[in-house]
């Protein structure tokens, strides 16, 4: 079964901290990396996404940082506010036309006043 | 307003009966799919459809069945032989399955079977 590992569970981020989520996968065949965020009560929204052909993307103050040899990928949020408190998830799929994304186990993030 | 609407947002059933959970979408999108969320567990895939009159299973479909009908529904139905039913049910869709074109995705329907 193709995996996702993420980590970690929960994060504690005090306002204008950087808060790091990372994800570890096993699957070489993984072709496409998106970042879904979530708040209570709401289905996931797409948050960032990257390709393994790039090693870090960046938007406003999110940041996808990806090891292809290590088969890493990591969040980076950059001067962490309360409203980006959610559960983040990482994700993976194949090469197109194959498969639905693999989702990673989610990250609770609170980011505190 | 273009979106995926799920409904009940909450939903509770006595152990052995049959529920159908319902997903529509205006989105005109091809692909859809029902993920399960459990605390701790992440998303887990139930069941996906890249087209009308056709479904496939993913990772976690026992007890689980779907249909495609209609290129705008996409129900769930969660049937006596699921042994942990009570979940948060997330149906999603997208342009096509496969494109790496984003989900969206509904607002969950919380199910507890008791």
């Known amino acids: 079964q193709q995996q996702v590992k993420q980590s970690p569970q929960s994060l504690i981020v005090q306002k204008g901290g950087i808060s790091i989520i990372n994800c570890a996968y096993e699957?070489?065949?993984?072709?496409?990396f998106p970042w879904y965020q979530q708040f209570p009560g709401k289905g996931p929204a797409l948050l960032i996404a990257?390709?393994?052909?790039?090693s870090e993307k960046k938007e406003g103050r999110f940041t996808i940082s990806f090891n292809k040899s290590a088969k890493q990928f990591s969040l980076h949020i950059m001067d962490s506010q309360p409203g980006d408190s959610a559960t983040y998830f990482c994700a993976a799929s194949i090469a197109p036309g194959r498969r639905a994304l693999t989702f990673g186990s989610g990250t609770r993030l609170q980011v505190q006043p | 307003d273009g979106g995926i609407t799920q409904s009940p947002k909450y939903l509770f059933r006595k152990e052995g009966q049959n529920v159908t959970l319902s997903c529509e979408q205006n989105?005109?999108?091809?692909?859809m799919y029902w993920y399960r969320q459990d605390p701790g567990q992440g998303l887990r895939l139930i069941y996906y459809?890249?087209?009308?009159?056709?479904?496939q299973k993913g990772d976690i479909a026992e007890g689980y069945s779907v249909s495609r009908e209609k290129k705008e529904s996409f129900p769930l139905t969660v049937t006596s032989a699921q042994k942990n039913p009570t979940a948060f049910y997330l149906c999603a869709s997208s342009s096509k399955l496969g494109d790496n074109s984003p989900l969206h995705f509904g607002n969950g329907t919380r199910l507890t079977v008791t």
């Open positions: 990257i390709r393994p052909d790039v």
């Open positions: 989105l005109n999108h091809d692909a």
């Open positions: 699957n070489t065949a993984f072709d496409y």
């Open positions: 459809s890249q087209i009308v009159n056709d479904f």
